[in-house]
């Protein structure tokens, strides 16, 4: 009896070793299969790069609302509380977004197991950063725009499938996956812009713009920025600052100069008629077109949105970018 007995005791003993295994790794691991990532981004092309890698396997919460300035963004108080949840917070950086980042850094003091990812400042050392008239150097922050150049899009979404497996290897095989299809996507894309802007002619390669960007889209498309209206403070530029542009737009000769929805217009309209120039007022950095939901609501879809209304009133055609499906590559 004593032998059966003690014999019981052991068994025991070794299944009851194994639970308190099992349950300390899944605590350790933070991410047991029941408990999805949850995962808050900042702006709307960063919440759609991370989409399409985390797809239907992480919570994703985006906290800029469509339609709002991420440069003047701030946050609400149920802003914070979805910072304090989160297991992740993934941003621009280059002080792109200065009160997310400070609330993350706070819930992060207080738990140390949430993370910060900032991909630009992980895409570019701060040597390549670029400064100019509306991000001036001696402001401190540079300008920010890293998005919409298709190569730094891509690290992106390289840097965001890193962090998803490092923090949740069980489904590391689906955000390797999905990053293999989004890759080709975006490589259809970055393929498709060079071609297009090639239809340019050369002397019309070259942006002015309200909302300064496009600083590191024109290096790698072959085009130039030759000047951007909106000053540093995102305040009105001076009857100067006006002047100048104008003589500028009459030297430079180009056809067409870009405002966008959430800056106003007054200021570029009349630059363009005193320039005797076109006005394209839909170029968009962090705006997706459509609603969510449609196959065009993306940062692809925005890419190529942006193309259209930029590279056919420069003179050019968007040809190599018709058979691009801006769709997401992810299930959810
Ligand atoms: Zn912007």
């Keep these: 009896m004593t032998t059966l007995?003690?014999?019981?005791?052991?068994?025991?003993?070794?299944?009851?070793?194994?639970?308190?295994?099992?349950?300390s790794y899944a605590q350790e691991n933070n991410t047991p299969e029941t408990d999805m990532l949850d995962v808050v981004t900042s702006v709307a092309p960063i919440t759609n790069i991370v989409q399409n890698i985390g797809g239907e396997k992480i919570n994703l919460i985006g906290l800029v609302p469509e339609g709002?300035?991420?440069?003047?963004?701030?946050?609400v108080p149920s802003d914070a509380i979805k910072i304090?949840?989160?297991?992740?917070?993934?941003?621009?950086?280059?002080?792109?977004?200065?009160?997310?980042?400070?609330?993350?850094?706070?819930?992060?003091?207080?738990n140390p197991k949430i993370?910060?990812?900032?991909?630009?400042?992980?895409?570019?050392?701060?040597?390549?950063?670029?400064?100019?008239?509306?991000?001036?150097?001696?402001?401190?922050?540079?300008?920010?725009h890293l998005w919409l150049n298709v190569e730094y899009a891509m690290k992106f979404a390289n840097l965001t499938r890193d962090k998803l497996i490092e923090m949740d290897p069980s489904n590391s095989e689906y955000y390797t996956e999905n990053?293999?299809?989004?890759?080709?996507?975006?490589?259809?894309l970055d393929d498709g812009i060079k071609k297009s802007v090639m239809t340019i002619p050369a002397e019309n390669r070259k942006l002015l713009t309200y909302h300064d960007s496009w600083a590191y889209f024109v290096p790698r498309y072959g085009m130039k920025v030759i000047g951007a209206?909106?000053?540093?403070?995102?305040?009105?530029?001076?009857a100067k600052d006006i002047a100048n542009?104008?003589?500028?737009?009459?030297?430079?000769?180009?056809?067409?100069?870009?405002?966008?929805?959430?800056?106003?217009?007054?200021?570029v309209d009349q630059i363009a008629k005193e320039?005797?120039?076109?006005?394209?007022?839909?170029?968009?950095?962090?705006?997706?077109?459509?609603?969510?939901?449609?196959?065009?609501?993306?940062?692809?879809?925005?890419m190529l949105e942006n193309m259209k209304n930029m590279i056919i009133p420069l003179g050019g055609n968007i040809d190599a970018l018709k058979t691009i499906n801006p769709r997401n590559v992810s299930t959810a």
Excluded at 98 to 109: F, H, S, Y
């Design 245 to 267: 542009l104008i003589d500028q737009v009459r030297a430079e000769k180009v056809p067409a100069i870009f405002a966008s929805e959430v800056f106003p217009t007054d200021i």
């Design 275 to 302: 320039g005797n120039i076109t006005i394209v007022e839909t170029l968009s950095d962090d705006d997706l077109p459509g609603n969510p939901g449609d196959n065009k609501y993306s940062y692809v879809g925005m």
């Design 84 to 110: 304090n949840k989160a297991d992740l917070i993934i941003i621009d950086g280059l002080n792109l977004e200065a009160d997310v980042e400070k609330t993350a850094n706070n819930a992060i003091d207080k």
């Design 5 to 23: 007995r003690n014999y019981l005791f052991s068994v025991m003993g070794i299944v009851v070793f194994f639970i308190s295994l099992t349950t």
């Design 115 to 144: 993370q910060l990812l900032k991909l630009g400042d992980n895409t570019i050392p701060e040597d390549q950063w670029i400064f100019d008239f509306s991000f001036p150097k001696e402001k401190g922050d540079p300008n920010p």
């Design 68 to 75: 709002v300035n991420s440069h003047t963004f701030e946050l």
């Design 229 to 238: 209206i909106q000053p540093s403070d995102f305040g009105e530029p001076s």
């Design 179 to 188: 990053s293999k299809k989004y890759n080709n996507l975006l490589k259809q």
